[in-house]
């Protein structure tokens, strides 16, 4: 029900999920949740913005990942190399 707040205090929720995700240094970060969709992709251009993620960072929703891994897509980072 917070979903409108924004942070008082601290950090901004979105980024710092997406500070957690680049600890991992991603090609994709994945959501199930339509508005994680938009808030992630959000911080994530604010990253990009900044130089401090992979321009080719997507964000996508666990739905797109099921339905490349049907069709046997590969993404196009491992597609490069």
């Known amino acids: 029900a917070r979903m409108w ?3 008082r205090i601290g950090k901004r ?7 957690e995700a680049l600890e991992t240094n ?5 959501t199930a949740c339509p508005f ?11 990253k990009k913005s900044a ?3 992979k321009e ?3 964000v996508v929703d666990v739905a ?8 046997g897509e590969v993404p196009a980072t491992a597609a490069a190399e």
């Open 5 to 7: 707040m924004e942070e």
């Open 13 to 19: 929720i979105n980024t710092e999920r997406v500070d």
């Open 26 to 30: 991603p090609d994709t970060v994945s």
């Open 36 to 46: 994680c969709l938009v808030m992630l992709g959000d911080a994530i251009n604010e």
């Open 51 to 53: 130089g401090e993620a």
């Open 56 to 58: 080719t960072l997507e």
């Open 64 to 71: 797109q990942l099921l339905i490349k891994s049907i069709k």
